[in-house]
């Protein structure tokens, strides 16, 4: 199944600024997703990351808040914009394996915001 | 839409006991199940799939789960429960044409010794 290097593991940042997450996959995929994580919730899809285009916002999430590039079949960031408390959480890129490895799953960005 | 509900919050057990997690889906068409694992301060782990084939599917560290069509569930089994299998527990449906997982709210499991 596909690696997945994600970072930062864990930040706190100052309420206003942004904080850029990386995804490195080690094999190309065709969609990579993005998951947010708040305290004790289950995993919310934010965004399907492509190659190429746009990527594609569920309902409740904007792209200027959470930007998101992906330059290659291997890599994508995702941005966290002008940050306030709420946004504290943990994030997580994912990729679609072969059907027999399911999804992978980075290992988490914790972002906390003072 | 599609949509998986796990009812308990938490799962309480004995170490050596049989565990079981519940996992009901709702989805349009043939269903993808899964399983994954969190441990504290760590990502997913993939636990165990069903996508066709027989209903009884085994996955990793011995745990089982059964696709029920009928009942529209697909609980999490493992015969013999180990402290070290305390975590969170997280059931995903997806459905054929559609790549966008949705997730159960999750499971606390913990095992006493």
């Known amino acids: 199944s596909a690696v997945i290097s994600q970072k930062p593991s864990r930040d706190i940042c100052q309420r206003g600024t942004s904080l850029t997450i990386q995804c490195q996959v080690d094999?190309?995929?065709?969609?990579m997703f993005w998951y947010r994580q708040q305290p004790g919730q289950s995993l919310t899809l934010i965004a399907t990351?492509?190659?190429?285009?746009?990527?594609?916002?569920e309902s409740g999430f904007v792209i200027d808040k959470f930007p998101i590039s992906r330059p290659n079949l291997t890599f994508s960031t995702l941005t966290v914009s002008n940050m306030s408390p709420e946004d504290s959480s943990i994030y997580l890129c994912?990729?679609?394996?072969?059907?027999?490895?399911?999804?992978?799953f980075g290992s988490g960005t914790r972002l906390t915001v003072v | 839409a599609q949509s998986v509900a796990q009812p308990e919050d938490q799962v309480n057990v004995a170490e050596g006991n049989p565990l079981t997690v519940k996992c009901t889906y709702s989805?349009?068409?043939?269903?993808?199940l899964f399983w994954y694992v969190q441990y504290p301060n760590r990502g997913l782990q993939f636990l165990l799939k069903?996508?066709?084939?027989?209903?009884l599917v085994k996955g990793s560290y011995g745990f089982e789960a059964e696709f029920n069509k009928s009942q529209t569930s697909f609980h999490l089994k493992k015969p013999s429960a180990l402290v070290s299998d305390s975590a969170l527990y997280f059931c995903?449906?997806?459905?054929?044409?559609?790549?966008?997982?949705?997730f159960g709210k999750g499971n606390q499991v913990v095992v006493i010794p």
């Open positions: 994912s990729v679609e394996g072969a059907i027999q490895y399911g999804y992978t």
């Open positions: 094999s190309q995929v065709t969609m």
């Open positions: 990351a492509n190659q190429g285009s746009e990527a594609t916002y």
């Open positions: 989805v349009s068409g043939n269903p993808y």
């Open positions: 069903y996508i066709t084939g027989d209903n």
């Open positions: 995903a449906v997806r459905s054929y044409g559609n790549n966008r997982l949705a």
